[in-house]
């Protein structure tokens, strides 16, 4: 009689034991195919977070300046409030006409604007900026061209350039300046609310409005306010010369049409972008050299500029004084 093996096992428990190995073979095989498909959606979640931040990371529209072959009207947009967050900030503008002048192809530059207006620091900075190159660049000429409204800060800096286009129906003018506040203290006593501000310095709650008028701070702040209005006339007059006509409302914040402006002296014809670039720069292709800003730097702008405006009118100091 043979002796029995030890390594043999009866038949149930021998397909128990393959049985076992088997489902651990398939479920090593699954947890390897899971964390294959782990692997694959970490790195295309990564993938897609790069494409993200080159998106954001991207300007709006290819920069297609570079290199220009033909003669061509080089073309600069100055579209909505004029402010340094904004894309009508001087800081685009400015860097957008240097192209243009520089460019050798460029046989005259149009700047379109459809603007209420903004910051007189910025359009001010726009407007020097016309003149310079005005003169650096004699051989190129410069025109604006007004769109559906170029009023105050848009016209300061239609008033830098050699004429003024604008269609029959466009807003022009609105020559003057502005500040805006409100008056609260008849609604805290109403409320029963007790105005505390601590300050150094006399003046330093200049404009409080949670305090009653003071005719002394009003005098001073229309002072300032005329300083910058005289700044805008005289402005306008050296850059439209004779062309304006002498009457006293021009300059009073009054904004006219197109066609009165033609009247007044504050437009010299009615055109379009297109009709001025075939028919007086005398070049039908138009390139575009406007500077879109990057998403991403907007994005940064716009949540620097509104914790700034936060900060402003906790302090109390969220009147500016804008051209509009």
Not at 68 to 88: C, F, M, N, P
Not at 90 to 100: D, F, G, Q, T
Not at 105 to 123: D, M
Not at 134 to 141: A, G, L, S, W
Request: neutral net charge; proline residues 4%.
């Amino acid at each position: 009689m043979s002796e029995p093996n030890p390594n043999s096992l009866p038949p149930g428990d021998e397909r128990w034991a393959r049985d076992t190995l088997t489902r651990l073979a398939f479920a090593a095989v699954t947890e390897q195919r899971r964390a294959r498909r782990w692997g694959i959606f970490f790195k295309l979640l990564f993938f897609a977070y790069l494409v993200t931040l080159l998106v954001l990371a991207w300007p709006d529209s290819i920069d297609s300046t570079a290199g220009s072959a033909k003669r061509h009207t080089a073309l600069v947009r100055v579209d909505g409030l004029i402010a340094s967050s904004t894309e009508a900030s001087s800081k685009n503008i400015v860097e957008a006409l240097r192209k243009a002048f520089k460019d050798d192809k460029t046989a005259g530059v149009i700047v379109a604007i459809n603007s209420p207006g903004g910051s007189p620091v910025q359009a001010g900075e726009i407007y020097d900026e016309i003149q310079r190159l005005r003169q650096q660049y004699p051989k190129i000429p410069v025109y604006a061209v007004a769109s559906d409204v170029c009023a105050s800060g848009g016209y300061y800096i239609a008033a830098a350039a050699q004429k003024i286009y604008a269609n029959r129906a466009s807003i022009v003018g609105s020559i003057g300046v502005r500040m805006d506040s409100f008056g609260f203290t008849d609604a805290i006593a109403k409320l029963g609310i007790e105005r505390r501000a601590y300050t150094a310095g006399s003046n330093k709650d200049f404009l409080d409005p949670f305090k009653p008028v003071n005719p002394e701070e009003v005098q001073h702040l229309q002072g300032m306010l005329d300083e910058i209005h005289h700044q805008f006339i005289t402005a306008v007059q050296q850059g439209r010369g004779e062309r304006l006509k002498d009457r006293p409302e021009v300059f009073s914040g009054l904004m006219w049409t197109g066609e009165q402006g033609v009247e007044l002296g504050l437009v010299d014809a009615l055109s379009s972008v297109q009709q001025v670039a075939d028919e007086v720069i005398g070049e039908t292709t138009i390139q575009d050299y406007t500077k879109r800003t990057r998403w991403l730097d907007r994005l940064f702008d716009e949540t620097e500029t509104s914790m700034s405006a936060a900060l402003l009118k906790t302090l109390g100091l969220d009147g500016a004084v804008q051209w509009r």
